[in-house]
């Protein structure tokens, strides 16, 4: 049997992920564009953060570059509704002609609600409660949390949620509601039946299809994993997705394949047979990576557990999390690609009122030799992640090495 080099792997991981574009210079990504590539990684993450723009707007500049997040929010909108919020990885953007994956989960949070949620719903006050914010929606049109009064106490963290809080939510993951759209980040929450195009298959499958469903999509976004990997772009764990790979694999939409990872570690791995043909090309050298750009922590590249350690010998980092004096490289680092290679990070915040971008922190990877065509492909991703950004002014606070700042600085 074949045993593919890990330089033939990463080359079908990027590709799969639409990460081995050349340069975009001169190109402008439309909505089209822009719904095309969320279609090819399956979705796109949501998130809160935003030292910079949000995880959601970054996957899609990682691949497209500057483009105008007004196009991303419309596509989310009324105005041209083609995605809608829902869990596969995590809270995601998902097209919407996969909406029908969400109903077995919807099913089970109305008829078998998690512990909390059912000691929640065994007060009268709350299911009255329900019926009472499912109502003032219908009666005037979508609304966000802030529209419904609290009940008098102080919240202490964000998951101490105000009842009417926890009514919206729940009646958005049993389905009633759907998030309309969403100002200054904030959900707006409309009736399911005023949301959802009618063009919009609600055939509802048995949670075994759409498993099934979501391991195929997966290691197809993937390009190549591990079998125990084959769950995690949906965040299903290996007891769940274990028989399904097995299923996959008799009906030949899965194919086994060996293949070099870091450190010479031979490993068997699953390849989408309509991926089998990039595998090869790979092999051959005809998929060269030649884009470089930065990554969020939340990028779905890195949704396979040890993927990043795998095929790249790197260990992406978040760090928001971590006590500040713990942190070892920054709050939120992008990952920085390099044709096939993750050769630093670095950790960004923008000052929104004087346009200027500060990474405090900026690090290559031991090894990596800041030569004068890194420098340059990093200087022109740096430029265009200004314009996308609308930053007129870079600070570089730390660096390592030094004469990287240095240098990054005259190119740019």
């Known amino acids: 049997m074949t045993v593919y080099p890990l330089e033939a792997l990463r ?7 639409g990460l081995d574009a050349p340069d ?34 970054l996957v899609l500049w990682s ?3 500057s483009y105008n997040p007004a196009n ?45 949620r059912r000691t929640w719903l065994s007060d009268p006050k709350n299911i009255e409660l329900l019926r009472t914010v499912q ?11 802030r529209d419904f009064d609290g009940d008098g106490h102080k919240r202490n963290s964000w998951w101490d949620w105000k009842p009417a809080k926890h009514a919206l939510e729940y009646l958005y993951m049993r389905g009633d509601l759907m998030i309309a759209g969403r100002r200054n980040f904030q959900r707006f929450y409309d009736l399911t039946e005023r949301v959802l195009p009618v063009w ?3 055939t509802e499958p048995t949670a075994a299809e759409r498993d099934r469903y979501w391991i195929e999509g997966g290691v197809k976004a993937l390009g190549v994993c591990t079998p125990r990997q084959a769950g995690d772009y949906t965040w299903m764990n290996v007891t769940r997705s274990r028989p399904q790979v097995e299923a996959l694999l008799k009906a030949g939409l899965l194919v086994q394949i060996s293949g070099h990872l870091e450190n010479h570690e031979k490993a068997e791995l699953l390849v989408h047979r309509d991926n089998l043909a990039l595998v090869e090309q790979a092999a051959d050298g005809a998929l060269p990576a030649g884009r470089t750009t930065f990554l ?5 590249l890195f949704w396979a557990t040890h993927r990043d350690e795998q095929l790249w010998g790197f260990h992406k980092s978040l760090e928001a999390y971590v006590p500040a004096p713990k942190r070892i490289f920054g709050y939120f680092c992008l990952s920085i690609l390099h044709r096939d290679r993750m050769i630093g990070r670095f950790d960004p915040k923008l000052d929104r009122k004087t346009g200027r971008l500060i990474l405090r922190s900026l690090y290559l990877e031991p090894g990596v030799r800041p030569d004068e065509e890194l420098v340059c492909s990093v200087a022109a991703a740096l430029r265009d ?11 570089i606070e730390r660096s390592q090495p030094v004469n990287f700042q240095k240098k990054l600085l005259a190119a740019i």
Request: proline fraction near 5%.
């Open 296 to 300: 969020s922590p939340f990028d779905s």
């Open 63 to 65: 691949r497209l570059g």
């Open 11 to 17: 080359a079908v991981a990027l590709r799969t992920q």
């Open 24 to 57: 975009l210079t001169g190109f402008t990504p439309g909505r089209d564009d822009l719904y095309r590539c969320v279609t090819l990684l399956g979705c796109v993450q949501i998130d809160t953060l935003q030292m910079v723009r949000r995880s959601q707007y």
């Open 135 to 145: 109502e003032r929606i219908r009666q005037e049109g979508a609304l966000r949390t």
């Open 200 to 202: 919009v298959d609600t």
């Open 72 to 116: 991303f929010d419309v596509l989310t909108s009324a105005d041209d509704r083609r995605l809608f919020e829902g869990w596969q990885h995590a809270a995601c953007f998902i097209p919407l002609n996969e909406y029908r994956y969400q109903l077995p989960r919807q099913r089970r949070v109305g008829q078998e609600p998690a512990r909390p």
């Open 385 to 395: 992640f200004m314009t996308f950004h609308a930053a007129r002014e870079l600070v």
